[in-house]
DNA sequence: CAAGAAACGAGAATCGATTATCATCTCTCC
DNA sequence: GGAGAGATGATAATCGATTCTCGTTTCTTG
């Protein structure tokens, strides 16, 4: 087991996934190579101070966490594996939903249903 | 103090809300009342099995809770002062996010801003 | 009014997620 | 090779949210 090295094992795995992680999930994914919880933990942290991480929160998981390089985009939930999938594209019209005298600064979209795996094994 | 009728007590705050409440908030509405934090999750868990409410899940603020004649409708987060409005009307194009193989049973959307109170306090 | 059932409030207990602690290990720079 | 700094893993501690427990109170029914 190689030391001093884990937390780059941590921002890889995340860098690889299809979509935000917890730190469970991601941990889960770790395990094998001997990293500990806490060292996920901390590498999330470290990673969302750098800027480089964006922690999110999607619906019903808790914070997740992705590379903040993707740009704008929403998520896919499967209710199934309860794994969150990135999404690309965007809505229009959400304007037209805003009460007069409330301002909009940001807005987030998710998808519900079944992914690809869960929906095939059902 | 008045017994065996604080159960109406919350829902009642609930149905005069606003948007959704979380069980701190709605304990927070009704302090004065006597009311105990316990009897509220009392019936906030009575009221999800009997079918009258219906428990979200918007962002950031844990669960919370509104009357589920309501309909299809999605919220409104302040940033500031951290309350969920009900909004009305919704969203359309969002088929065409969905990846091939997935399916999608439903969606959610959360706009993010400033409310017209703590917009006009800053 | 009396008895039993249900509801109540306060606080203890629990639960999951996150953070802190600490002894050990690894890397860097002599 | 050695010293010091920083990283690590295991586990304890913490924190907030929710549920449970218990003695008391209120409601219902007669």
Redesign the pocket.
């Known amino acids: ?10 921002f890889r795995a995340l860098n690889e996934a299809d979509g935000p992680l ?3 999930e991601l941990w889960s994914r770790l395990s094998g ?14 990673g969302v101070e750098d800027g480089t991480l964006e ?1 999110v929160e999607v619906l019903g ?3 997740r966490y992705e590379p903040k390089n993707r740009g704008h985009h929403h998520h896919f939930l499967c209710s199934t594996c309860d794994h969150a999938f990135d999404l690309f594209g965007c809505v229009e019209g959400l304007e037209s939903l805003i009460p007069a005298g409330f301002r909009m600064t940001g807005h987030e979209v998710v998808l519900l249903g079944t992914c690809d795996a869960c929906g095939d094994a059902a």
């Open positions: 087991m190689q030391r001093a090295k884990q937390q780059s094992t941590v917890s730190a469970r190579t001997g990293v500990g919880l806490a060292t996920v933990y901390r590498a999330l942290q470290r922690s998981g808790g914070v």
